[in-house]
C-alpha cells in the first residue's frame, strides 16, 4: 500500500428510502470543506428537481472531500453516492463495488427496512466493511438501543459503539467522520500494473461530453492515455482526469490505483460507457475485466405515446436526450392503430418507469399516453422458436404457443406483525409461492415470496402499503422463468379491437381483469350519439361485456337572434373538443380517459 | 318559405328583479330612467328611418321584463316604431310580461295600444321552484296572469315554463303543463334550465340539487308526449305550438331572415351583418347610437353553416338544395357515414329535398352537428 492510498477512504451510503441518506451527505460535504453553510443547495449529490422531490435518488455521483482527523492527519475521503430503489440494484452494486466501506443509515424511528437489508447484503457480498449510523436521534420516537439490536440481529453487524446521529439538527457527525477513518479500510492495488477502472457511472454534459465516473483499481490513468473498454473492445483517448469537488470539477494530473474520480475521453454516448464495465490500456492492458459485469437489462415494457400526435418528433428528441444519460433506457419506434406513433420502451422497473414518464411530462413538456406496463414473457413456439415478447401486440396466438414462460422474482417484504394477514393474502392472490418467514423481532417480520414479475407491476406496490398503512416495505430481485398459463386479453369497443388495450394476463386473472377494465371503459368512455358495446375476449370468446349508452342530452336549448354568434362558437369549440379525441376503432375517447382506464389502480 | 321583411326586436333592460338563472342584460332598481331609455329608444329606432322605409311584419318586446315600462310608454315605442318602419298589417307585436307586473288593465291597454301577442313567463306552477328559481311572483299570480290575457281578448299568447329546475319532481313539472294547459295556450315555449356563466345559480351550481342529464331527459321526454297528446306541434326544439300559432318574430332567427334589434344588449342582422349594441344602459342613454359594434359579416359559407345549425332546431329542418345554393356543396358532404347513421338510428329524416331532425334528434342536436360536420 502506497502512503497516498493510505490516507484514501472510499466510501457509500446506502439506507432504505427516506432514512436520511442524503441529509447526512450533507452534512458530511458541510463539515469537511468549506462548504458554506448558507451556499449549500440542500442534498447537494441529488442534481436533479425530481430526485429532490421525491427524496430518492436516480444517478449516482461521486464526491472528493478532504477531512483533517482527531489523529492530525489529513485524509482523502470518496463518497459514491447510491439510489436508493430496487429499480437501480446493479447500479447499487456496481457503486459499492468501488468501495471499501459503506455508511449504514438506518432510521431511529423505523428500524430495519426491506432495502435496508438488501442494500446492507449487497454491501457485504462486496466485502464492504459496513459503519452503522443511526439517524434521527431529536425525533421523540427515537429508540437508539433497539434499532442498535435490530442492526446486530438482523443484518449481523456490529453496532457497539455506532455513531448515533442527527443529520438534520447536525449531531455527531465528527463521530462519523471519524469511524470512516479508523474503520474503512484504506485501498489496495498497484499504481504501476496494467490499469483496470471500474466504470461505476457516466452521464452526459453538453460541455464536456460523456463524463465517466471511475474507480482505479489497478494502475494509473492520465490524459492523453488511449483506453479500452472490456465488454465492447471500444478505444477513446483520455481528454482529462479529475475529482468531483463540493465546488465542481477539478482536473488532476493523474488517478492511479484506490483513487475515485472521473474521465473524459472522445466518448459520445453514454450507451458506451455501460456501468460495470472495466477500463484498461489500448496497449498493454489487464488480461481480464474487473468480475461482475452484465447489462442493466430493462424488466419493464410500456408504449408511451405524445397526447398529441403532432408531437412524436418531440417526444422522440426527447427519449433521446433522456438516453443521453440513461443507458439503460431502451426505446424503440412502434404504431398503434388506436394511439399512432409512439415508442416502446424499456424501463428497469416501475420507478424507473414513472421517473422516466415524469422527466418527459416536466422537462419536455409533453402530455403523454401509457399503455399498460408489460414484462418480458417467454414464448416457445411449436416450432422450437423461443420468443421473447415484451408487447401483448406481438404475442403469438395460442395454436402457435407450445409453451408461455414468464419472469419470476424473488420479494422480500418486511412489516410489522399486524398486517402478515392482510400482506399474504396480497402475495396469494398474486401468485405468490411463499418460501418462508422470519421473524425480525417481536413485532416485525420478514416474508419471502415468490412472485410473477407481472403482479408486482400490477400495483403491487400501492397494495402492499394501502394493506399495512404505509409500514411494509419491498424488495425484489428476478429470479427465473418459469412456465405459466397466460393468456392475451383483449377489448373490443363497437366490435373493433383496441391493440392499446390488450395485456397479457394468467389464466385465473383474466375474468376478473376483463370485468373490472370493462366497467373502467364503460366508466370513462363519454357516452355518444350511438350506443357502444365494450366486449373483452380471450381469442375469439368474449368473457366480459359492458354498454355504453347513448347519449341523452347536448343541447342547446334556447336560442335566439342575440345568441347566435355566441352560440355558433360554442358548437366550434365543441367540434374543436371532438379533435382532441383519440379514435379507437369508431369511438372517441379523450386522452384523459384512456388515461384512467389503463391506471392501475387494483385496490380501490 | 323564406320571408325578406325583417323582424324588430326591442330589448327592454329592466326587470322587478334578477332571477337566479337568468343571463340577459337587464337591471333592477332603475326605474328612474325609464323615460330616458324611452327617448335613446326612440332615438335609436328613428337611426332607421329611410327614404323608402324598411318592411318589418314582426315585432317583439323583451328583455328584461318590458311589462315594469307599463302600456303608455309601451304604446309610444309602438307609435315611433309605426313612423320609421313599413309594418305589415298583419304583423305579429309580441311583448313579453312578468306577472308580477301584471294587471287585467295593463292587458287591456297592451290590446289597445296595438300589440297581438303576449308571452308570458310563467317557468312553473310551484312555489316552491319558483322561488328557487328566484322569480319574482307567485303561481297564483302567473295564472292570474294567463285569465288576465284571455279576459283582455288576446287569442295569441304564449307561456314560458321550465324544467330541471333544482328540486323539482316529475309530478310537479307534469301538474304545472296541465295547469298552464287548461287556460289552453296557442303556444308553448318549453325549456330546459340551463346554468349560465354570470348567473347566481352558476356560482352556487354545486350546491344545487339539479337533475343529471338522464333525469332532464325524461322530462322532456314527458313534456314532448303530453303536448303531443294536446294538439301542439313539436315545431322547435324548445317551442310548441297549435295550428298557425308559431312564433313568426323566433322563426326569423332560426330561418336566417333578417331582423333588427334596438335597445342596449340587442343584436342585429340586417344587411347581411350581425352586429350589436353593447350591454350599457348609462351609455346608451346619452349616446344609443355609440354602443354598436360588429360581430361578423358572415360569408356565404358561414351562413350555409347557419343555416344549418338554425334550421335543424326546427321539425321542418333545412332545405338541402338551398344549403348546397350557399355552400357551394352538399350537405354533410364529408360526413355520409355519420349521416346515415343518424338516418337509421332515427335522429334524423331525409324526405325530398329537406333533411330534420326528429324529436329523438333535437336533444342531441349539438353531437349531431359535430358529427355531421365531419372533421
Known amino acids: 500500500m502506497t502512503e497516498k492510498q493510505a490516507h484514501i477512504r472510499n466510501f457509500s451510503i446506502i439506507a432504505h428510502i427516506d432514512h436520511g441518506k442524503s441529509t447526512l451527505a450533507d452534512r458530511l460535504l458541510e463539515m469537511t470543506s468549506a462548504v458554506a453553510h448558507r451556499d449549500m443547495e440542500e442534498q447537494l449529490l441529488d442534481n436533479m428537481d425530481l430526485e429532490r422531490e421525491r427524496g430518492i435518488t436516480i444517478k449516482a455521483r461521486a464526491v472528493h472531500l478532504n477531512y483533517r482527523a482527531s489523529d492530525g492527519q489529513e485524509y482523502e475521503f470518496n463518497l459514491i453516492d447510491t439510489p436508493g430503489h430496487v429499480d437501480f440494484g446493479y447500479e447499487v452494486s456496481r457503486s459499492l463495488k468501488a468501495c471499501e466501506g459503506a455508511l449504514l443509515v438506518v432510521d431511529a424511528t423505523q428500524g430495519v427496512e426491506a432495502q435496508t437489508l438488501a442494500n446492507a447484503y449487497l454491501a457485504i457480498d462486496n466485502d464492504l466493511e459496513i459503519i452503522p449510523v443511526i439517524n434521527k436521534i431529536d425525533l421523540p420516537s427515537a429508540d437508539v438501543e433497539k434499532v442498535r439490536a435490530e442492526i446486530e440481529d438482523i443484518i449481523g453487524v456490529s453496532a457497539e459503539g455506532c455513531p448515533a446521529v442527527s443529520a438534520k439538527a447536525g449531531i455527531n457527525i465528527e463521530q462519523v467522520l471519524e469511524h470512516i477513518v479508523t474503520d474503512v479500510p484504506p485501498p489496495q492495488g498497484d499504481p504501476d500494473a496494467p490499469l483496470k477502472c471500474l466504470i461505476f457511472d457516466s452521464y452526459y454534459d453538453s460541455y464536456l461530453g460523456v463524463v465517466v465516473d471511475i474507480r482505479v483499481f489497478d494502475g494509473t490513468v492520465r490524459a492523453g492515455d488511449r483506453i479500452r473498454l472490456m465488454s465492447t473492445e471500444k478505444c477513446f483517448d483520455v481528454v482529462s482526469v479529475g475529482v468531483l469537488t463540493p465546488f465542481g470539477i477539478r482536473e488532476t494530473e493523474s488517478l492511479s490505483a484506490g483513487d475515485v474520480g472521473y474521465i473524459t475521453a472522445s466518448i459520445k454516448t453514454v450507451g458506451d460507457t455501460r456501468v460495470g464495465d472495466t477500463i484498461t490500456t489500448e496497449t498493454d492492458g489487464a488480461d481480464e475485466p474487473l468480475p461482475g459485469f452484465r447489462r442493466a437489462q430493462p424488466m419493464v415494457y410500456a408504449g408511451i405515446y405524445p397526447a398529441d400526435g403532432a408531437r412524436y418528433g418531440d417526444l422522440r428528441d426527447a427519449l433521446e436526450k433522456l438516453r443521453l444519460n440513461d443507458a439503460s433506457l431502451a426505446f424503440e419506434p412502434e404504431t398503434s392503430v388506436a394511439l399512432g406513433f409512439g415508442f416502446r420502451c424499456g424501463f428497469l422497473g416501475l420507478l424507473h418507469m414513472e421517473i422516466i414518464e415524469e422527466r418527459l411530462e416536466r422537462e419536455f413538456n409533453l402530455d403523454l399516453i401509457t399503455t399498460a406496463p408489460s414484462v418480458i414473457y417467454k414464448i416457445v413456439t411449436r416450432t422450437g422458436e423461443v420468443r421473447m415478447v415484451d408487447n401483448p401486440s406481438s404475442y403469438p396466438s395460442p395454436d402457435e404457443i407450445e409453451q408461455a414462460l414468464e419472469p419470476m422474482v424473488k420479494a422480500d417484504v418486511i412489516t410489522p406483525t399486524e398486517y402478515i394477514g392482510g400482506l399474504m393474502d396480497l402475495c396469494q392472490e398474486r401468485r405468490g409461492e411463499f418460501i418462508d418467514m422470519k421473524y ?42 418459469r412456465p405459466s398459463k397466460l393468456v392475451k386479453l383483449d377489448f373490443l369497443l363497437n366490435g373493433e379491437q383496441v391493440d392499446a388495450l390488450s395485456f397479457i394476463v394468467h389464466e385465473e386473472k383474466a375474468y376478473p381483469r376483463a370485468r373490472k377494465i370493462a366497467q373502467k371503459l364503460k366508466d370513462n368512455i363519454p357516452r355518444q350519439l350511438f350506443e357502444i358495446p365494450i366486449q373483452a375476449a380471450v381469442g375469439a370468446k368474449i368473457i366480459a361485456r359492458e354498454t355504453v349508452k347513448a347519449m341523452r342530452k347536448d343541447v342547446l336549448a334556447k336560442c335566439y337572434g342575440g345568441d347566435i354568434t355566441r352560440k355558433k362558437k360554442l358548437l366550434e369549440k365543441q367540434k374543436e373538443g371532438k379533435k382532441k379525441m383519440r379514435k379507437l376503432g369508431s369511438v372517441e375517447v379523450s386522452p384523459e380517459a384512456f388515461m384512467a382506464v389503463l391506471k392501475l389502480d387494483d385496490e380501490s | 318559405m323564406t320571408n325578406h321583411k325583417a323582424g324588430l326586436y326591442i330589448h327592454v333592460p329592466f326587470c322587478a328583479k334578477k332571477c337566479a338563472y337568468c343571463d340577459f342584460y337587464s337591471l333592477s332598481g332603475r326605474a328612474d330612467v325609464m323615460d330616458l331609455y324611452l327617448s335613446a329608444l326612440v332615438r335609436e329606432i328613428d337611426g332607421y328611418r329611410r327614404q323608402e322605409r324598411i318592411e318589418i ?24 316604431v309605426v313612423e320609421v318602419f313599413s309594418l305589415s298589417t298583419d304583423s305579429e307585436i309580441t ?12 292587458q287591456r291597454d297592451l290590446k289597445a295600444a296595438g300589440f297581438n301577442r303576449i308571452s308570458v313567463g310563467v317557468q312553473s306552477t310551484s312555489d316552491a321552484e319558483l322561488s328557487a328559481l328566484g322569480r319574482p311572483h307567485t303561481a297564483a299570480e302567473a295564472l292570474d296572469a294567463l285569465a288576465h290575457i284571455r279576459a283582455a281578448g288576446f287569442e295569441n299568447f304564449s307561456a314560458d315554463l321550465m324544467y330541471a329546475i333544482p328540486g323539482q319532481s316529475t309530478a310537479s313539472f307534469q301538474k304545472t303543463l296541465s295547469d298552464v294547459l287548461s287556460f289552453d295556450p296557442p303556444h308553448l315555449s318549453v325549456y330546459g334550465l340551463i346554468v349560465e356563466p354570470g348567473t347566481s345559480f352558476f356560482d352556487r351550481r ?5 337533475p343529471g342529464d338522464d333525469a332532464e331527459r325524461d322530462l322532456y321526454d314527458l313534456c314532448c308526449s303530453t303536448l303531443e297528446q294536446a294538439g301542439y306541434e313539436h315545431y322547435e326544439i324548445s317551442n310548441y305550438a297549435r295550428p298557425g300559432r308559431r312564433c313568426l318574430h323566433n322563426l326569423k332567427y332560426w330561418r336566417l331572415s333578417p331582423y333588427i334589434g334596438c335597445g342596449p344588449a340587442a343584436h342585429s342582422f340586417f344587411d347581411g351583418v350581425r352586429y350589436a349594441n353593447r350591454a350599457d344602459l348609462d351609455a346608451y342613454l346619452t349616446a344609443p347610437l355609440s354602443l354598436r359594434y360588429t360581430e361578423e359579416r358572415p360569408t356565404p359559407r358561414d351562413l350555409a353553416e347557419e343555416y344549418a345549425m338554425l334550421g335543424l332546431r326546427l321539425k321542418e329542418g333545412i332545405s338541402l338544395s338551398r344549403f348546397r345554393r350557399m355552400s357551394g356543396h352538399d350537405f354533410a358532404y364529408t360526413a355520409k357515414e355519420a349521416e346515415r347513421r343518424c338516418i337509421s338510428a332515427g335522429y334524423m329524416t331525409e324526405v325530398g329535398d329537406r333533411l330534420a331532425l326528429t324529436e329523438e334528434g333535437f336533444y342531441v342536436s349539438n353531437a349531431i352537428l359535430a358529427e355531421l360536420s365531419g372533421d
Do not use: M, W
Not at chain 1, 452 to 480: C, Q, V
Open chain 1, 440 to 481: 425480525i423481532d417481536a413485532d416485525r417480520v420478514e416474508l419471502h415470496y415468490i412472485l410473477p414479475l407481472n403482479e408486482i407491476i400490477y400495483d403491487f406496490f400501492d397494495a402492499l402499503k394501502s394493506r399495512s398503512k404505509g409500514y411494509a416495505s419491498l424488495d425484489y430481485t428476478f429470479s427465473e422463468y
Open chain 2, 57 to 80: 311584419d314582426t315585432v317583439y318586446f323583451g328583455g328584461g321584463t318590458p311589462s315594469p315600462l307599463g302600456a303608455g310608454r309601451l304604446a309610444a315605442i309602438l307609435d315611433a
Open chain 2, 95 to 106: 311583448t313579453e310580461i312578468n306577472p308580477v307586473t301584471d294587471s287585467l288593465s295593463l
Open chain 2, 206 to 210: 354545486d350546491a344545487l340539487s339539479l
